[in-house]
């Protein structure tokens, strides 16, 4: 990561929000949707019950961010980011801009988390707002059903209802694949989590995870550092964990031949290990 060489750069960080909050409010109120076709302000503003003002000057910023573009006093959303900025095509990426969106809010809260209360309260992964919970299930592409039908593959793959927290996995298998899971959850519960996916796999089996990865000063990948603020404000145990970290608790849950397979920055670290023969 780049370390500011300067006041100037400095206070240009404290700035970067800006930006980032005029898209996640144009995400919110489907701006871009709603422009997929150009129209005034003013003719936005009454068709919405939107105050007018307000609404020209979020469009304004959004067309100087190059977002929106602005011709004759009419607003349209820039044509090559329509197929992902609208929320009724196959390609948008509204519902992770809309999931970022939460974490604004859960982000707005570290200081009074690092000063006061020290975490938050609730499960991992739990959502108060329905709507927030909808952005994280669109953001995390798991839609379920739909996916695997519009992939044509419901006649093998098998979804089984359930809460890994509480519920045994089901047995069985030669494979586990934890896919950005680990990290919601706190040392404990991962180590629980190992317990039941030991349990669920055949003698051999192989477990795979697929998460941040850090070295031992935490500090690296950056990435995943920030992703360990996102867990401090958003769960009451989640984090990002080191190799040995979770080698440790793959070890203690029964696996062995425990190996780091891919050390990638952002969250695409893989780690395996194998339930003795």
Request: charged share 25%; glycine share 8%; proline share 6%.
């Amino acid at each position: 990561m780049h370390t500011p060489a300067n006041p100037q750069e400095i206070l240009a960080l404290s700035r970067n929000f800006m930006e980032c909050r005029v898209l996640l409010t144009g995400a919110e109120l489907d701006i871009f949707t709603h422009l997929a076709q150009p129209a005034a302000s003013a003719e936005l503003a009454e068709r919405e019950g939107w105050q007018v003002r307000a609404l020209t000057v979020l469009l304004d910023a959004l067309s100087a961010i190059g977002l929106l573009l602005k011709e004759d006093g009419r607003y349209r959303t820039e044509p090559v980011l329509l197929p992902f900025l609208r929320s009724d095509t196959p390609r948008s990426v509204l519902p992770m801009v809309r999931h970022a969106a939460t974490i604004w809010k859960n982000w707005s809260n570290l200081t009074r988390i690092v000063a006061e209360t020290g975490g938050v309260e609730g499960r991992a992964g739990s959502f108060e707002d329905p709507e927030d919970q909808k952005a994280f299930i669109g953001a995390m592409h798991v839609v379920g059903r739909a996916r695997i039908a519009e992939a044509g593959l419901t006649d093998r793959v098998t979804i089984a209802a359930g809460d890994f927290h509480t519920d045994p996995l089901p047995p069985g298998h030669d494979l586990a694949l934890l896919s950005a899971i680990i990290h919601m959850n706190s040392p404990e519960e991962n180590r629980d989590l190992y317990r039941k996916t030991f349990s669920a796999l055949v003698p051999g089996g192989r477990i795979v995870i697929r998460d941040h990865v850090m070295t031992p000063d935490r500090i690296a990948p950056g990435s995943g550092a920030l992703f360990a603020v996102n867990m401090l404000v958003a769960t009451p145990g989640g984090g990002t964990y080191t190799f040995e970290e979770i080698k440790a608790g793959l070890e203690a849950a029964g696996f062995e031949n425990v190996r780091l397979i891919q050390a990638e920055d952002r969250m695409m670290g893989l780690v395996e290990a194998f339930r003795p023969e």
